[in-house]
């Protein structure tokens, strides 16, 4: 089938193709992530797409070629005219490369895709998207080019947390929007925490009836203090998450949501307090008007695995394309447990020595739980804490400050690892030191500067990793804590540019040449895109674009 593809779609790049040479081109964009191949050229014609991109009918109507104009579309390249009698495009199956391979050979007379998998043409349309300049004659264009690429990490992700402050669908699809331009290829959606639960459960009402709201948020300039203001209910209703979903996979991103088990769970058990430790002194759940870490865990009741069955059923086919579903597993404190009188029975029973093996228990219960349906647990590095966790299991490596070094930990363990170390890919902190970036309050360490040097200093596999460890490398992810992003402006001023830097060094390996200068320069030619999106970044000397 592929090879027949092939075939006819070349016979029509042979017969019926028309040149349409731009002017000369004298400045290319710099491509971000860097491209593992590229030659282009400046002083002479490339593709000119003033009249748009002719797609002969042949190729509109192929899979790969419906496929590829969709990509192009959502890439933003919206010159694509489908159904002409002539055609400047064509869409090549090559097998034998990685999943997200591609290929693009850009001369004055067309286009010609190839990729292995038909995924791989959104990679390629954003590389075609960010290469767009203008001819000498002031008309859009494309330099004559030949790329060959593909990523060195397969799992690149952002993590964004409508939790402590909303983010609406609208400002989620923008966020996909700057993360499919820069190659990412996860959103890791924060959905429930203990200052809120923000996913619609038809089974359990209250998780958004009592869960989506809380009486109070800590001031920004002063997290201790409350702003006495009782919130909004905000929730993400199941068609909402349907929405975000397919616009991310219109982008070529897969979304993996968050359900956080057994901590960070105040809202949950707030909304069902049946769930949490209710046989502890002064038992008192609600959802929670503080930051930090709160001491509200789940029970290890049979009601409580019931109920987080009962979710997954609800959350798995909403996610229908993604292989991971995050548990959590975060900072859970022990002490409910400890004086917990159901807690220290069911330990006695289950012959565990200590309260956080209910942790290693919940972690085991809820990887069972999802094997049957094909999906794989991600948890934050903490779910190694208490012994072996099903091999299976993804850990995301966040704490850049325990010893042994918790990515190596789980290499060694047999785990696939997502690095996203708070040392470098946590993009609530501060990119600058106060008062340089006097509008915009850190969260957390106010010497822990993040800037985009600082993430792109990081390598994600370091010449002493052995080849084993390397292998268990599947990716970066930056998080996007928002305890202190009260709006859509911080949020932005918070990713961009720093995104960049992540998407460069999880995609193109690092060589003693990574430029840090050579790499603002590309940032740089960036800008046009960033002010036509109306996005809100981060100049050079710290001051937000817009607001
Ligand atoms: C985390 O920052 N608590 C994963």
Redesign the pocket.
């Known amino acids: 089938m592929q090879m027949r593809a092939v075939i006819i779609l070349m016979g029509v790049l042979g017969s019926t193709v028309t040149a349409a040479p731009s002017a000369r081109i004298e400045s290319i964009p710099g491509i971000i992530p860097q491209p593992v191949k590229l030659e282009s050229k400046t002083g002479e014609a490339g593709f000119s797409l003033k009249e748009g991109i002719r797609v002969h009918y042949n190729v509109s109507r192929s899979e790969e070629g419906r496929a590829a104009i969709r990509a192009l579309m959502a890439a933003g390249i919206t010159e694509v005219l489908p159904e002409e009698n002539e055609g400047e495009l064509t869409v090549t199956i090559e097998p034998g490369h990685g999943k997200e391979w591609y290929a693009i050979r850009v001369t004055p007379e067309g286009i010609e895709l190839r990729v292995t998998e038909l995924g791989a043409l959104h990679l390629a349309a954003q590389t075609l998207a960010q290469s767009i300049t203008t001819d000498a004659e002031g008309n859009p264009a494309l330099p004559t080019m030949n790329v060959e690429d593909e990523p060195m990490l397969p799992y690149r992700g952002l993590m964004l947390d409508p939790c402590r402050h909303p983010q609406s669908v609208e400002q989620t699809k923008k966020m996909l929007r700057i993360m499919a331009r820069y190659k990412l290829n996860r959103l890791h959606w924060h959905l429930t925490d203990d200052q809120g639960w923000r996913i619609e459960i038809k089974k359990y009402p209250k998780l958004t009836e009592v869960g989506a709201r809380r009486d109070e948020t800590p001031l920004l300039t002063d997290h201790e203090k409350g702003d006495g203001k009782p919130t909004q209910p905000f929730y993400f209703t199941q068609d909402d998450i349907r929405e975000v979903v397919a616009y991310a996979g219109s982008l070529g991103i897969t979304v993996v949501p968050e359900i956080e088990i057994p901590g960070h769970a105040s809202a949950c058990i707030a909304a069902y307090p049946h769930l949490g430790n209710s046989d502890i002194e002064g038992y008192a759940p609600r959802v929670a008007t503080t930051w930090g870490v709160l001491p509200f865990t789940m029970a290890p009741k049979e009601e409580t695995f019931r109920f987080i069955e009962d979710v997954m059923a609800e959350v798995l086919p909403l996610f229908p394309q993604t292989e991971f579903i995050h548990i959590g597993g ?2 859970a404190p022990r002490d409910q447990w400890e004086k917990s009188p159901f807690a220290r029975e069911y330990m006695k029973k289950h012959g565990l020595s200590n309260a956080g093996q209910i942790q290693h228990r919940f972690t085991h219960r809820v990887a069972e739980m999802l094997a049957p349906h094909g999906r794989r647990i991600i948890g ?1 590095d903490e779910i190694m804490m208490d012994g072996e966790v099903p091999h299976t299991a993804v850990v995301m490596a ?1 704490r850049s400050w325990v010893k042994p070094d918790a990515a190596l930990t789980a290499a060694n363990r047999g785990h696939d690892v997502i690095l996203s170390p ?1 040392s470098h890919f946590y993009f609530n902190f501060a990119q600058g030191k106060i008062p340089a970036d006097p509008a915009y309050t850190p969260h957390g360490n106010p010497e822990a500067v993040q800037d985009w040097r600082h993430v792109y200093s990081y390598n994600p596999l370091p010449a002493h990793y052995t080849p084993e460890q390397r292998a268990r490398i599947i990716g970066l992810q930056a ?1 996007c ?1 928002s305890e202190s992003i009260q709006n859509d402006a911080k949020l932005e001023y918070q990713v961009v540019p720093r995104i960049c830097a992540l998407a460069e060094i999880a995609w193109t390996p690092a060589s003693d040449k990574r430029d840090a200068e050579e790499f603002l320069q590309r940032i740089r030619s960036h800008y046009p895109w960033f002010n036509a999106m109306q996005i809100n970044f981060r100049h050079e000397d710290g001051t937000p674009n817009i607001d």
């Open positions: 975060d900072e934050w966040w708070d998080n804590w």
